[in-house]
């Protein structure tokens, strides 16, 4: 894994400061910090907080002490502007960043400039976000523009292992960062809760207790995810900290705000080394303490993949013969520029042109297009998933270079790509389709779009979105409009490092069997961050040097798929002792619909998969190559709402594509 060189933005709080003891844990170095503070006209104000959209101020001036805690330089800039784009998403191509009044994101511009002009070797910036879309996506808007990776390693940690709201508060109580709460702000909190360490055991339950008196014991609350606090870190573990930040009770104000809101002006702080007494009479733990980092694979995948390991493949006499006389692949006659087209869904499939290269087909393609579209009564920004056949992978940086300037806005469509070697038909370098939806009253469009290294999926640093929602053609009444998601393909990236998981020291049945799983939780998860409640089916895409290696590899593919909607390991574990080499997957899946039983601990998630309690269809479809040298690619769409069983599925092409 390459090591980078980190800038942090920190804001005093808890989740900037456990940030970047993540980026450390993950090999990098942190070289330098950067904040944003209140302008000069807020100064006077004795809250000394600024009602920001995006940062918090509250404790601003305690901030130039952080470069002396931790030895690190500190670069700030003041915030101008006010929240202008309030949309969810933030792209470097909206207008806002041009209009007369800047909007407050664009302020990160010139601070991260200051320090990368001051440390050239930064090529990454860290942040603490973890459950907000808004601030997650305007950081990343911000890095991408100035050619950093952004990190966030803090991002859906309620929702990954042990999947706790208040896991986070003790993961940072295990490494002894003390982060103090300094402002209240919801119905639940009052000033009492001033200056408590949030990760003490005592105060992680009395905010519990008091989010649950007024139901908002939910969605990361606990956390402070909605504003209900605000947090100063001020002592923590090295090799982070090497000094703790002292502030006396006779330098701390409380100061009752509007709407039963209360914080606290800091008159005085200082910076104490760890080996002198703390308040209280105790030292400060100077040893090296490691964050947690969450396991790769959640319980239920694991349960998936004990599951396939534990399998083995059936391969006939027949296929096993066949597989010493492989036939070539041969051109497959494909009717090319097929389009469909209703009121508010379109396609446009196998889009080919003539040239002597793929970009130039690609680029042949673009001009072609437009005017296709135009006489439709569609435009290219419409687009929601597309799907780039090349013919060999080798072309695909280019193709996306060129690809990556056909979308603006902040999400763009998902996507899959494969390369099918000699299938295509003769001359054809790169194939394009293209699925549609019309906007809603030219409202944003609904996507994830993580940008962002994390412990949850693998990043997007590229034009192309983890997931799409369409609102879908239904004939339920109900308020709640069910959605159509489109999946991007998700291959077996490490999402902290983004590097295909490595498989060395496994065979090469071992290290696909875990490369399928890994694949398939990406595919998961991004399903219920979407709010995805069932799967219309699956692609898994996958390579293959012999026939009897692509058997076996479909079949462990739609064992991975039946497991992780069947829930429960009795495929394996049965009673009448029968051995593993007797399942035959193909029959299991072919019984038709397996209903499912009351979740267990095991369970993948609380709704999706459990619809409409049948296992989806799984299609295995054998190509020439895959992103990054991957061995399987999953690809699937699925539906959105409670009434998913009351959607015309003969309404919408959407439904066809699986």
């Known amino acids: 894994m390459t090591r980078l060189k980190v800038v942090g933005l920190i804001s005093g709080g808890k989740d900037s400061l456990f940030s970047l003891l993540h980026c450390i844990a993950n090999g990098h170095d942190v070289v330098a910090l950067a904040n944003l503070y209140p302008p000069e006209n807020n100064r006077e104000d004795i809250s000394e907080d600024l009602d920001s959209f995006m940062y918090q101020t509250v404790g601003h001036t305690v901030i130039p002490l952080y470069q002396h805690a931790l030895d690190l330089p500190l670069y700030r800039q003041e915030i101008l502007g006010t929240a202008v784009n309030q949309d969810k998403s933030y792209s470097t191509d909206d207008e806002n960043h041009h209009a007369v009044e800047p909007d407050e994101t664009e302020s990160l511009v010139p601070l991260l400039q200051k320090a990368m002009a001051a440390h050239p070797e930064v090529n990454a910036v860290s942040t603490g976000a973890i459950l907000s879309d808004y601030q997650r996506t305007r950081v990343e808007a911000i890095a991408i523009r100035l050619g950093l990776i952004p990190f966030s390693y803090l991002w859906q940690w309620p929702y ?121 009479g105790t030292r400060s733990d100077t040893n090296d303490v490691a964050p947690r980092i969450p396991s790769l694979l959640d319980d239920s995948f694991q349960d998936v993949l004990n599951c396939v390991e534990a399998f083995e493949p059936q391969i006939s006499a027949v296929e096993d013969a066949q597989s010493s006389h492989i036939k070539l692949p041969q051109p497959i006659p494909l009717a090319s520029w097929q389009i469909t087209n209703s009121m508010q869904v379109a396609r446009v499939a196998n889009m080919t042109m003539e040239g002597s290269s793929a970009v130039e087909q690609m680029t042949s393609i673009a001009r072609h297009l437009d005017a296709v579209l135009s006489e439709i009564g569609w435009a290219l920004n419409d687009t929601t998933f597309t799907t780039i056949i090349l013919r060999r992978m080798s072309e695909f940086a280019t193709v996306n270079r060129l690809y990556g300037t056909w979308f603006s806005g902040p999400n763009p469509p998902a996507r899959v790509t494969i390369a ?36 949850w999926a693998p990043a997007n640093i590229g034009p192309y979105s983890q997931a799409i929602s369409v609102p879908c053609e239904t004939a339920s009444q109900s308020t709640c409009t069910p959605s159509v998601v489109h999946v991007a393909g998700q291959i077996a990236l490490v999402p902290a490092s983004m590097e295909l998981l490595s498989t060395q020291g496994s065979t090469e049945r071992d290290g696909f069997r ?69 399942f035959d997957v193909w029959n299991l899946r072919s019984r038709g619909a397996l209903q499912h039983t009351s979740p267990s601990k095991s369970a993948l998630s609380n709704r999706l998969g459990a619809g409409i309690g049948i296992t989806p269809p799984c299609f295995v479809v054998q190509v020439e190559e895959l992103p990054r040298g991957a061995s399987i690619e999953w690809s699937s769409t699925g539906i959105t709402g409670e009434d998913v069983d009351q959607i015309d599925q003969g309404e919408s092409p959407h439904y066809r594509k699986s």
């Open 160 to 280: 990954l292992p042990p999947y706790t709201q208040t896991s986070l508060l003790e993961d940072m109580q295990s490494v002894k960062q003390d982060a103090r709460i300094i402002k209240v702000a919801s119905g639940g909190l009052d000033a009492s809760f001033l200056w408590n360490n949030v990760a003490d055991a005592r105060t992680k339950q009395r905010l519990i207790r008091s989010m649950d008196r007024f139901g908002g014991n939910q969605g990361g609350a606990v956390l402070g995810e909605g504003g209900e606090y605000e947090t100063l870190a001020i002592d923590g573990p090295p090799p982070l900290w090497k000094a703790r930040i002292e502030i006396g009770a006779e330098d701390r104000v409380a100061v009752e705000g509007e709407g039963g809101t209360a914080s606290l002006k800091i008159l005085n702080a200082s910076v104490v080394g760890k080996d002198a007494p703390a308040p209280g």
């Open 420 to 455: 099918s070697g000699e299938i295509l038909p003769v001359g054809v370098e790169v194939m394009l389709s293209l699925d549609l939806a019309k906007r809603n009253s030219g409202q944003p469009r609904q996507g994830l779009h993580v940008q962002s290294r994390s412990y």
């Open 514 to 582: 875990v490369q399928t799983v890994l694949a398939l939780q990406h595919l998961w998860r991004i399903g219920k961050a979407t709010d995805v409640v069932q799967w219309l089916g699956a692609v898994a895409f996958i390579t293959a040097n012999t026939y009897t290696q692509a058997v076996s590899r479909a079949q462990i593919a739609s064992l991975a798929w039946l497991k992780a909607h069947v829930v429960h390991l009795e495929s394996l574990d049965r009673e009448d002792n029968e051995s593993p080499a007797d």
